[in-house]
T-cell receptor, first 113, second 109 residues
Framework: DSGVTQTPKHLITATGQRVTLRCSPRSGDLSVYWYQQSLDQGLQFLIQYYNGEERAKGNILERFSAQQFPDLHSELNLSSLELGDSALYFC????????????FGPGTRLTVL | GQNIDQPTEMTATEGAIVQINCTYQTSGFNGLFWYQQHAGEAPTFLSYNVLDGLEEKGRFSSFLSRSKGYSYLLLKELQMKDSASYLCAVMDSNYQLIWGAGTKLIIKP
């Protein structure tokens, strides 16, 4: 158990819909990362937040947005869903230090039908 | 651009040794990470190298050559549970992790 929690574990929805994925980082971690992993693909970095502020952006679509709240939990919002958005979405957190390993949550498996 | 290269898939025999290579070209370097990921599960941290040389941790070792932009992960005494994907990731000058596509390791009895 990494200490990072993600909800829900599974999500099934239809094209065109909007969903919200939630992540709670490890206690004390200020930095949260979001990743997308399609079937048999590598990790695609989406976005990073540090202590409530956006720190870095990766290959995140305009239909996707995220935020980190004062209690440090983070939400990833996916809208106008397409079949190709079906994937595992991971959240990871690190301590405030710059060079630390990332601890990953169990992921949310999103299926768009 | 930034690039991490790893073999897509490797096969090895239970009890043997396997070496998974990773080459990288990134904007700056603040260390290289190896992660293990079982199918459908979250990646878990294996090792971190920032200086040249070999880091040993039980059955797993990781090597780094910064001048060559090269690392390898060495797995000894392979067990069936080592069947997984192994991800190489480099931290660039902006302290962002650049991820390789991963190497799927298949262990045969």
């Amino acid at each position: 158990d990494s200490g990072v929690t993600q909800t829900p574990k599974h999500l099934i929805t239809a094209t065109g819909q909007r969903v919200t994925l939630r992540c709670s980082p490890r206690s004390g971690d200020l930095s949260v990362y979001w990743y997308q992993q399609s079937l048999d693909q590598g990790l695609q970095f989406l976005i990073q937040y540090y202590n409530g502020e956006e720190r870095a952006k990766g290959n995140i679509l305009e239909r996707f947005s995220a935020q980190q709240f004062p209690d440090l939990h983070s939400e990833l919002n996916l809208s106008s869903l397409e079949l190709g958005d079906s994937a595992l979405y991971f959240c990871a957190s690190t301590t405030s230090g710059r060079v630390h390993e990332q601890f990953f949550g169990p992921g949310t498996r999103l299926t768009v039908l | 651009g930034q690039n991490i290269d790893q073999p897509t898939e490797m096969t090895a025999t239970e009890g043997a040794i396997v070496q998974i290579n990773c080459t990288y070209q990134t904007s700056g370097f603040n260390g290289l990470f190896w992660y293990q990921q079982h199918a459908g599960e979250a990646p878990t941290f294996l090792s971190y190298n920032v200086l040249d040389g070999l880091e040993e941790k039980g059955r797993f070792s990781s090597f780094l050559s910064r001048s060559k932009g090269y690392s390898y992960l060495l797995l000894k005494e392979l067990q069936m549970k080592d069947s997984a994907s192994y991800l190489c990731a480099v931290m660039d000058s902006n302290y962002q992790l650049i991820w390789g596509a991963g190497t799927k390791l298949i262990i045969k009895p």
